[in-house]
């Protein structure tokens, strides 16, 4: 990709309004796509005309606005200035709790003061539990202002996904072998430090880590730090941080405009050892084991037909074990959706994903949801469309693999099938009960990046292009935008600051400019977030896209792709209408007919567009 066409990403991003009204919203509030060399023209966006919207204008999809009769959507602008305006940061957040209950709980006499002071980034000197932060410090904590980024708010989020201890350290010289799968240093403050990287990218939410105390073992398969080996869910992990980071670190996002997802565990805790040996007081809060089922162990077989030990068996093995909780039970569910609420409001958190979603029973994530009250995301971990849609009855969103995996099959090599991609794309949507409420992603931190698999940078530049344009939430992992090529865990938890944060890489660049496309399509379009991914163009090589005013077209040839002249047609341009591509800064015409013919060369993405 040329570095003449990098995207820069505005420092303040508006939340995404339920209703566009002159009074309430001006030019000052939409992103733009700015070219650092001028080539492309910067897109501006007009003040919007008043629109009234209402109950009786929904869209299909609950929370999207329908285009009210009679209304055309503004005009774009070009505007030649080469400085980007300044604008203040729009009020965003909220009624708050001023404090969860007055005199309801007393902090513990033991252990607090140095619970709250204490953050370790040396793992070889262990926390005892009153070194930490428990129930009763952590329900008498000043709550932040409660969040008010409502579900629906979260299609126009574009996430970039966290290892807390792999991202930054407080001494970025900090080794970080991987193989050892132990804590290498990674903070909360370290996030700060660095979320000009993320928003300059084009980012408009985080997600990170779980935050919960996990073991403290150096285990033969390592510490940790990744969080999914959680002991107490009322204390932190004091490795990344105290009460007060966590805090900062929402506030410092909420100042951006930017918003905070955090990883959760529900269906396990983590015990260094063998689930015939476990401890259960070393838990908490569920201390007994009533709490939890019979150990047993999930097999192979059971993934294919035996969903009640999917749910009731436990995951881990002899080394660490993961004692399976009986959420059945109604002390625990009470006790999990008091938690999740408290969560949620002590940190000012928007947004949740939850691991193992398919291990714990359906019925129990109604309430749960509820009692969140932001936007859940859940890990299921299953490619089969008709699995794993029905769980979006009981929460808001989940991982889209069932679009993974045909993905990366489409691009790992140049006999991929793009017609089993597109297929796939509109079974999604035809079977999901919300695909724009989708989180689409092609790495994350429990599979193997895409360059383990495929050493070609083309080919990656496609399946980024593809992951943030084809529809649904994207997800862009930490790393991927630096060319990382970890294969299976651990390899693909690298330490992000051995990049130097470098915002000259290709594929930072490349992901600057792609975001910055798709939040102007966001915050400058009534119809960008309902509209469907249409599938208008597939042959051996080639799948073309149309979502909203956007065309992107794929190959999976890669770098040693010969050039190709694809013609477009159902691109919802009009006949003879200029059209510009993206990444290259390349105007282009359609012809009488409205179709569009595009050069691929090298096997490079495409992304086009009607002059803004």
């Known amino acids: 990709m040329s570095e003449k066409a990098v995207a820069v990403m505005e420092k303040e991003l508006p939340p995404t309004p339920r209703t566009y009204q002159a009074s309430e919203r001006s030019i000052a509030d939409y992103p733009e796509v700015y070219f650092r060399d001028g080539l492309c023209p910067r897109v501006v ?48 957040r909220r009624l708050g709790l001023a404090f969860l209950a007055i005199g309801v709980l007393v902090a513990l006499a033991v252990g607090l003061g140095a619970g709250l002071g204490s953050r370790r980034s040396n793992s070889s000197q262990p926390n005892t539990s009153t070194d930490v932060p428990l129930l009763e410090l952590f329900n008498s904590t000043t709550p932040l202002p409660r969040s008010d980024v409502k579900p629906k708010d979260w299609r126009g989020r574009s996430i970039y996904q966290i290892i807390t201890d792999r991202f930054s350290p407080s001494n970025s010289t900090m080794p970080c072998d991987v193989a050892k799968q132990q804590y290498c240093g990674g903070t909360w403050q370290g996030i700060i430090n660095r979320l000009d990287y993320i928003q300059n990218i084009g980012f408009t939410a985080i997600w990170i880590s779980p935050v919960t105390a996990q073991i403290e073992e150096n285990t033969a398969e390592g510490e940790a730090y990744h969080g999914y080996w959680q002991q107490n869910i009322y204390a932190l992990n004091p490795h990344f941080g105290t009460i007060g980071d966590l805090q900062a670190l929402a506030t410092a996002l909420h100042a951006r405009n930017m918003s905070l997802m955090v990883d959760v565990v529900v269906n396990h805790f983590g015990w260094a050892g063998d689930g015939n040996n476990v401890n259960y007081s070393k838990m908490y809060p569920f201390d007994d084991r009533k709490y939890y089922h019979p150990y047993c162990k999930i097999t192979d077989e059971d993934y294919l037909s035996n969903q009640t030990a999917v749910e009731q068996c436990w995951l881990g093995d002899d080394v660490v074990s993961l004692p399976d909780i009986d959420t059945s039970s109604t002390f625990v569910r009470q006790t999990y959706d008091q938690w999740i609420s408290s969560l949620v409001s002590v940190f000012g958190i928007d947004g949740l994903r939850i691991d193992t979603v398919k291990h714990v029973e359906k019925s129990f994530w109604s309430n749960f949801r509820s009692a969140a009250e932001v936007y859940t995301l859940g890990e299921v971990f299953d490619g089969d469309v008709a699995y794993t849609c029905p769980y979006q009855e009981q929460l808001d969103g989940v991982l889209n693999y069932p679009l993974y995996y045909p993905l990366i099959r489409a691009f790992q ?200």
């Open 45 to 92: 966006s007009p003040t919007i005309p008043e629109v009234q919207t209402g109950d009786g204008l929904e869209r299909t999809y609950e929370g999207l606005e329908t285009k009210p009769n009679g209304y055309d959507p503004p005009t774009l602008v070009v505007n030649d200035e080469k400085t980007m305006p300044l604008h203040s940061t729009s009020k965003r």
């Open 413 to 612: 090599d140049a006999n991929g099938n793009t017609t089993s991609l597109g297929d796939a794309l509109i079974t999604i949507q035809d079977s999901c009960r919300d695909p724009t409420l989708l989180a689409t992603f092609s790495e994350n931190h429990d599979i193997p990046r895409f360059l383990s698999q495929r050493n070609d940078m083309n080919a990656q530049m496609n399946v980024i292009v593809f992951t943030i344009l084809a529809g649904g939430i994207p997800i862009i992992y930490q790393g991927q935008e630096q060319g990382f090529s970890g294969g299976n865990d651990p390899a693909n938890r690298e330490a992000l600051w051995t990049s130097g944060y470098s915002t000259k890489s290709p594929l930072y660049m490349l992901i600057a400019s792609v975001n910055q496309v798709r939040n102007h399509e966001v915050f400058s379009s009534l119809e960008y977030l309902a509209a469907p991914t249409s599938v208008i163009y597939t042959d051996n090589h080639h799948i073309a896209l149309r979502k909203g005013n956007i065309v992107s077209l794929y190959s999976n040839e890669g770098s040693n792709g010969t050039l190709a002249n694809v013609t477009l047609t159902n691109t919802g341009f009009q006949k003879n209408q200029p059209t510009i591509e993206i990444l290259t800064c390349r105007n282009s015409t359609t012809d009488a007919n409205g179709n569009l013919r595009v050069p691929v060369q090298d096997g490079l993405p495409q992304v086009g567009s009607s002059p803004f």
